[in-house]
């Protein structure tokens, strides 16, 4: 209620009051008053209707009485109407929102591709065309909510499930589901004047059988890929052996070869000096043989006690000539 409106009513009140006195107590003057100052509430309730203030965030429709809804709406601020003729209805044009859920008892019922019960829970933003409002209200009214977005809303939803399976609206495709949902909504809306912001599907509930055999599903995709990681890690450590053991392998190789060629050229080396023979018997031996045979143009005894034990005070070797 105005402050203009409550003054009027006030005074209409207060006219009446005093007109009744003056009545019953047969006081002309006082009678007169009354009527005078309901005159003048009357007069304060009419002007008060040709006061207007359009609240921040909406934009005022009129309806005049000959000339049916003006084009133009009325925007935020301070105007002035003809009373009587002229009515103002207030439109919201900020974004609002409302929601379609279970907990409200107005969730969204569909059947999958494959004919299985969906229930949805979604949010819907949307918006009034700030410069068609005029036209809204014309075309549907003050209830376009509940006359065309929301039912709207519901067959749009009902119509995009119809076209996945069950498994894929909570899967890969719920994103999918969102957009082609929100594009449908948006064309069918804004012929409206209504321009649809955003649509949020918060719950997409499928049948429990359905989403028990998803999770076994899944259960055993993730176990193929536990074993097949298991069997690639059983193949890396067996090429890892093969390569250990060609390694092993080459290496002995190597070595039989190293080997062979260090026995090749001994046995040139003792063919061209024969006398290496001797020389390693002789190694061998000793220290346990004290005399040593060896070859010569001449025989010779090679006595190793003797050398040991003169070997401090000469450094001469004693060769004792053979008979």
């Given at each position: 209620?105005?402050?203009?409106?409550?003054?009027?009513?006030?005074?209409?009140?207060?006219?009446?009051?005093?007109?009744?006195?003056?009545?019953?107590?047969?006081?002309?003057?006082?009678?007169?008053?009354?009527?005078?100052?309901?005159?003048?509430?009357?007069?304060?309730?009419?002007?008060?209707?040709?006061?207007?203030?359009?609240?921040?965030?909406?934009?005022?429709?009129?309806?005049?009485?000959?000339?049916?809804?003006?084009?133009?709406?009325?925007?935020?601020?301070?105007?002035?109407?003809?009373?009587?003729?002229?009515?103002?209805?207030?439109?919201?044009?900020?974004?609002?929102?409302?929601?379609?859920?279970?907990?409200?008892?107005?969730?969204?019922?569909?059947?999958?591709?494959?004919?299985?019960?969906?229930?949805?829970?979604?949010?819907?933003?949307?918006?009034?065309?700030?410069t068609e409002a005029a036209r809204l209200h014309q075309d549907i009214g003050p209830s376009y909510e509940a006359v065309r977005v929301r039912p709207e809303v519901r067959s749009q939803i009902r119509?995009?499930?119809?076209e996945y399976a069950a498994a894929e609206l909570i899967s890969t495709l719920r994103t999918e589901l969102q957009q082609n949902v929100e594009a449908s909504l948006r064309e069918a809306l804004d012929?409206?004047?209504?321009?649809?912001?955003?649509?949020?599907?918060?719950?997409?509930?499928?049948?429990?059988?359905?989403?028990?055999?998803?999770?076994?599903k899944q259960a055993a995709e993730q176990q193929v890929e536990v074993e097949e990681n298991r069997r690639r890690q059983a193949e890396i450590a067996a090429q890892r052996r093969v390569i250990e053991?060609?390694?092993?392998?080459?290496?002995?190789?190597?070595?039989?070869?190293?080997?062979?060629?260090?026995?090749?050229?001994?046995?040139?080396?003792?063919?061209?000096?024969?006398?290496?023979?001797?020389?390693?018997?002789?190694?061998?031996?000793?220290?346990?043989?004290?005399?040593?045979?060896?070859?010569?143009?001449?025989?010779?005894?090679?006595?190793?006690?003797?050398?040991?034990?003169?070997?401090?005070?000469?450094?001469?070797?004693?060769?004792?000539?053979?008979?």
């Open positions: 209620m105005t402050p203009v409106l409550f003054l009027a009513l006030a005074l209409l009140a207060g006219g009446i009051a005093l007109a009744v006195q003056g009545v019953q107590s047969e006081r002309g003057p006082l009678r007169s008053l009354g009527v005078v100052v309901t005159l003048l509430g009357l007069v304060t309730a009419g002007l008060s209707q040709a006061f207007v203030v359009v609240p921040a965030g909406n934009v005022g429709v009129v309806f005049n009485v000959f000339g049916g809804v003006q084009d133009d709406e009325l925007n935020e601020g301070f105007h002035i109407v003809l009373p009587v003729l002229q009515q103002v209805t207030l439109y919201d044009v900020r974004q609002q929102e409302f929601t379609l859920a279970q907990s409200t008892g107005d969730q969204v019922t569909a059947r999958s591709s494959e004919g299985l019960e969906i229930n949805v829970d979604a949010t819907i933003i949307y918006q009034v065309a700030p119509d995009a499930i119809g012929g409206d004047n209504v321009r649809i912001r955003s649509v949020l599907l918060r719950d997409i509930r499928i049948p429990t059988t359905i989403t028990t055999a998803i999770e076994e053991a060609e390694g092993e392998r080459d290496a002995a190789i190597a070595r039989a070869e190293g080997e062979s060629e260090a026995l090749r050229l001994r046995g040139e080396a003792i063919r061209d000096n024969p006398e290496i023979i001797d020389l390693e018997v002789a190694q061998r031996l000793a220290p346990g043989i004290d005399t040593i045979l060896l070859p010569s143009d001449n025989n010779f005894l090679l006595d190793l006690r003797s050398l040991g034990q003169r070997s401090s005070t000469s450094p001469t070797d004693s060769v004792l000539p053979l008979p």
